[in-house]
DNA sequence: ATGGCGGTGGAGCACCGA
């Protein structure tokens, strides 16, 4: 089974390459983010088309995120649980059943953070808590999950051609990494890591200043597999090329096979 | 680090977000 993780940057801007990637890689499930659209407005014939399911929690103009599926989609949850005030939709979960087994996915948007100093970095390290305890929760079910999205967090120096850059972003500040250890810790497997240990392999490439021409890139979109879901790990890649089509989402797909 | 992109409102372009 291969389940993907994809900030679009606006779906209905990229509603052909979403289309042409999934006739391409042909994956089973993929958690969007950034649809930037509400509900109504997701692209869904054009994704039912291609003979995908769809689970959406949309917003006008800003997040957004979706589960899509080749097999049928149960238990949905819209909006990260913890905060009823939080109105921001960055978190859908739902069940994947197939002929071979369950697996349990959530699509995440991790707050950036950014500017540091201002309510929206308290904001991200709030978020990354509550994600911490739904993550409890989820692996008391001693189940295959795979929490895959946009964290938001560059885990090590390791995962940016030039760290020293990020030094003062909210994606790097030792608070953020410091949460997203602590959710790895709970005991999760980063799929990516796990699979490409020696780092230098970005999902993201800033559309200014020629970075994607110059490989100054970073790792933010992650999958962290239950250990139900690593022990079936067979493979984690990167789409890169993807980032050269034209008119690219500044992240490019990032997809685990898993043995199910 | 800064050479860009997509959204909104409202009808040309400032401003926001990331």
């Known amino acids: 089974m291969r389940i993907?993780?994809?900030?679009?940057?606006?779906?209905?801007?990229?509603?052909?390459?979403?289309?042409?990637?999934?006739?391409?890689?042909?994956?089973?499930?993929?958690?969007?983010?950034?649809?930037?659209?509400?509900?109504?407005?997701?692209?869904?014939?054009?994704?039912?088309?291609?003979?995908?399911?769809?689970?959406?929690?949309?917003?006008?103009?800003?997040n957004g995120v979706a589960i899509l599926s080749k097999h049928p989609i149960e238990d949905v949850v819209r909006g990260l649980p913890g905060d009823e005030a939080d109105v921001q939709s960055r978190y859908i979960e739902a069940v994947v059943s197939t002929a071979t087994g369950v697996v349990r996915v959530a699509s995440i948007y991790l707050p950036n953070g950014n500017p540091l100093g201002t309510e929206k970095f308290p904001y991200k390290l709030g978020w990354m808590d509550r994600l911490i305890a739904r993550a409890q929760e989820l692996l008391k079910l001693e189940e295959p999950l795979v929490l895959a999205g946009d964290y938001n967090v560059i885990p090590t120096a390791l995962d940016a051609k030039f760290p020293e850059a990020w030094a003062g972003d909210a994606l790097a500040q030792p608070e953020s990494r410091g949460k997203f250890r602590q959710l790895l810790s709970l005991g999760?497997?980063?799929?990516?890591?796990?699979?490409?240990?020696?780092?230098?392999?970005y999902t993201f490439w800033d559309y200014q200043a020629g970075a994607w021409q110059r490989n100054n890139g970073i790792r933010i979109d992650h999958l962290l597999l239950s250990p139900q879901a690593a022990d079936r790990l067979a493979d984690c890649r990167v789409a890169k090329h993807v980032r050269a089509w034209d008119k690219p989402s500044d992240h490019v797909p990032v997809y685990v096979d898993l043995m199910l």
């Open 4 to 62: 993907a993780t994809w900030n679009v940057n606006s779906v209905k801007q990229r509603t052909e390459h979403l289309v042409a990637w999934l006739k391409e890689a042909s994956p089973d499930v993929v958690c969007l983010q950034e649809l930037k659209c509400v509900d109504e407005a997701f692209p869904a014939l054009e994704i039912e088309a291609a003979g995908y399911n769809i689970a959406v929690h949309g917003q006008k103009a800003f």
């Open 188 to 201: 999760f497997t980063d799929a990516l890591r796990a699979c490409d240990p020696d780092g230098a392999t």
